[in-house]
């Protein structure tokens, strides 16, 4: 089976696309990255970004091994190439792009996106961060299909559940539900190259959408947001 996998050039993707590979290697995967700065982040998110870009200095031979290339504008200017490895399933991870019409209806079993965020509570960016700073005891990983451009809103294939461990970082939290995720897209794909397609639960409404925090919101945020950080900073 082809696929094609849409992600971010950063650390915690290569560490995800680690733990994908063994499994997904018996079909033709075809890799496209976007790599965007944020403007003006706050201090606490470029601290973040910062530990981030050592994580992946690491990792980052998995993007060459896989003949990864950069796709900012898949909507756009870089449609064709995306188009030409014609994909029967694409697989979406922490892809910086809301996929437009024409994108989706490429890949002929559909396009699965891994949410790191219990779905529809925790729309959009950061739903880790946002889920833990509202002190929640569980986060959520969730593969839903992308149906259309409405962020978040495609109906759920899996939903997935960890306990929060405190204990550790915003980071290695995130890293834990990856490995949730991992198994939630294995069984998905599994599925569907023996001709299975599975079927979603439509989202309900509700739920809130999350966009950037502020240095402020980073500031209360309970635990540090990666290994080696001070909270007093």
Do not use: C
């Not at 990856?178 to 989202?203: E, K, L, N």
């Amino acid at each position: 089976m082809r696929i094609t996998i849409l992600t971010s050039y950063e650390g915690i993707s290569a560490l995800a696309l680690k733990r994908w590979l063994p499994e997904l290697q018996t079909h033709e995967l075809s890799v496209f990255y976007t790599r965007k700065g944020k403007a003006n982040a706050p201090a606490g998110l470029q601290a973040l970004a910062d530990y981030d870009v050592a994580v992946l200095r690491q990792n980052q031979a998995v993007f060459d091994d896989l003949g990864a290339a950069l796709l900012n504008d898949v909507n756009g200017n870089g449609f064709d190439a995306f188009a030409a490895t014609a994909p029967d399933l694409v697989l979406s991870l922490r892809h910086m792009s809301i996929l437009k019409k024409r994108v989706i209806e490429v890949p002929r079993s559909g396009v699965h996106n891994l949410h790191s965020g219990q779905l529809p509570a925790y729309r959009g960016v950061m739903a880790t961060f946002w889920a833990m700073s509202n002190g929640e005891q569980q986060i959520a990983s969730t593969l839903h299909w992308i149906d259309d451009d409405q962020i978040d809103r495609g109906s759920i294939v899996s939903s997935e559940s960890i306990e929060v461990d405190y204990a550790v970082s915003y980071y290695e939290n995130l890293q834990r539900l990856y490995t949730v995720g991992f198994r939630q897209i294995v069984t998905a794909v599994d599925a569907i190259a023996t001709g299975t397609i599975p079927s979603g639960q439509p989202t309900t409404g509700g739920g809130a959408y999350y966009t950037w925090p502020t240095q402020r919101q980073l500031n209360d945020f309970p635990i540090a947001l990666f290994p080696g950080e001070s909270k007093s900073d």
